[in-house]
């Protein structure tokens, strides 16, 4: 054998290890994309439905949002109408009823039943018994001695 035939197998056997090894390669490259396709196909079947009730559930929340925003603005109706009746309620009878109770306090001052004209402008006196729970009155421990 040659120099140049024994380059020649040394050649052939890295060209059959390389293309061995290519398509072992190859081999596991296939066997991944048909279970990468399987799993695309199981997610497609699955998100399917799930979109479905997605949509769905978009449309029921927006149905129960136009319901909350009927309600919102009838509530913003119904508080004007009742600010405007407050305010008209106070117009009609805040004046009046201010000059009725003002009047009665003028008479009852004039006819001496207040409580500041009848004691000359002091507060009345605090009654000379005084509960105190849980504690005994000094005026009571001396009552308790004598009888």
Do not use: C, H
């Not at 596991?28 to 479905?52: C, I």
């Not at 927006?62 to 603005?73: E, P």
């Not at 409580?115 to 402008?121: I, L, N, Y």
């Not at 018994?129 to 308790?144: H, N, S």
């Amino acid at each position: 054998m040659s120099g140049v035939e024994v380059a020649g197998i040394i050649v052939a056997v890295f060209w059959a290890i390389l293309i061995s090894f290519l398509a072992v390669a190859l081999v596991r490259l296939a066997q991944v994309l048909r279970a990468t396709t399987k799993l695309v196909a199981d997610v497609t079947d699955q998100a399917v439905p799930l979109l479905a009730d997605a949509s769905n559930t978009v449309r029921s929340a927006r149905t129960q949002l136009d319901r909350v925003d009927a309600i919102a603005s009838d509530v913003q109706e119904v508080t004007s109408n009742a600010s405007a009746l407050s305010s008209t309620v106070a117009t009609a009878f805040g004046g009046p009823l201010v000059k009725v109770a003002a009047f009665g306090y003028g008479v009852r001052k004039a006819l001496g039943k207040g409580d500041a004209a009848t004691s000359g402008g002091m507060p009345p006196k605090a009654s000379r018994r005084t509960v105190i729970v849980g504690r005994t009155v000094p005026a009571a421990r001396r009552r308790r001695q004598k009888g």
